[in-house]
């Protein structure tokens, strides 16, 4: 592990000095008021051996990257019956586009768009109150990451709610075409807190951890999902963590990787190790500008690109 904590520790260093760094999301008024000098790494190998520099404790909103544990939480409750809701083929289009969504008739095109993660939290949700899926959602974060602490942002949830007419829309005209079956308030309600929970890098790298080791938790020695789903979950981050930049992340990066717009972004080693990123400035489609260029530096580095070197 000492080679990859001084490739860490030297990642962190430059991205600390470099001028280039995005820009926070404005139009969710919490992340706006994020330091976008903050930069922090960490990464969890197979043996669980920890190497992190930077901000890698401080929480963070992690956003869309929840998308990634509610659709394997989804595909726990009801299997392959979740693709006749979503789909997973990558967009082309930006996250919360309505124009794709009324073209295919009120099907998400995948399950990391904002609409697809609508659809993927109104499956949790049905058999529940909202205050038990959240529930559900938030210990299995904690579960993962063996970390208790973790926990969602109300100021970050509230702020979404209050300017998230777009995915207001989305869900609406989900609903319309039964693609949804819980009441709209309800699924929205929940899919909103779950996007405003905060963790650190650490806990964010714990909990990809089974992604990495083909679907078994390191820490119990357990299977969280077959290894099968594991690949395949890894398959659509690859293929859609990035929203219409996810073929850029894929050439640069080499990995599954899943972004939010608070600036983190989780990427999977397969069989090697589960890394997080945060740094709150934005590219061009949303995703962490020095996070990408961080991964890109690790990856080249170590060798991890699942496409060779």
Not at 43 to 65: H, K, L
Not at 194 to 203: L, V
Not at 258 to 285: E, F, H, M, Q, R
Request: aromatic share 8%.
């Amino acid at each position: 592990m000492s080679d990859i904590a001084r490739i860490v520790s030297e990642i962190a260093e430059e991205m600390r000095q470099r001028p280039d760094r995005g820009d926070v999301a404005t139009y969710i008024p919490q992340l706006a008021r994020v330091d976008p000098n903050a930069f922090g790494i960490a990464v969890v190998d197979a043996a669980g051996n920890v190497a992190a520099a930077g901000d890698c404790e401080v929480p963070f909103s992690i956003q869309s990257i929840s998308k990634v544990f509610t659709l394997t939480l989804a595909l726990g409750k009801v299997g392959e019956g979740l693709w006749t809701r979503v789909g997973r083929e990558p967009s082309g289009s930006p996250f919360n586009s309505v124009v794709q969504l009324e073209y295919e008739h009120g099907i998400p095109r995948n399950p990391f768009i904002n609409a697809g993660a609508i659809a993927v939290t109104d499956v949790i949700l049905s058999g529940h109150q909202p205050r038990e899926a959240l529930g559900e959602i938030l210990r299995f974060m904690q579960f993962l990451s063996d970390d208790r602490s973790i926990y969602i942002d109300e100021a970050v949830a509230k702020s979404e709610k209050a300017t998230g007419f777009r995915n207001i829309a989305l869900a609406n005209y989900m609903k319309s075409f039964g693609v949804l079956e819980n009441p709209v308030d309800f699924t929205l309600g929940v899919y909103f807190h779950h996007c405003a929970i905060a963790m650190s890098c650490r806990q964010l790298a714990m909990a990809g951890r089974f992604l990495a080791m083909h679907g078994f938790n390191p820490t119990t020695g357990c299977p969280v999902v077959p290894d099968g789903r594991a690949r395949r979950i890894n398959a659509i981050m690859l293929t859609c963590g990035h929203y219409d930049g996810s073929g850029e992340f894929a050439y640069r990066v080499g990995l599954p990787g899943k972004s939010g717009v608070g600036g983190g972004i989780l990427a999977v080693a397969p069989g090697k190790a589960s890394i997080a990123v945060w740094s709150p400035g934005l590219d061009a489609t949303g995703n962490s500008h020095l996070g990408r260029i961080a991964l890109e530096r690790l990856t080249k580095a170590m060798g991890w690109s699942i496409f060779g070197a």
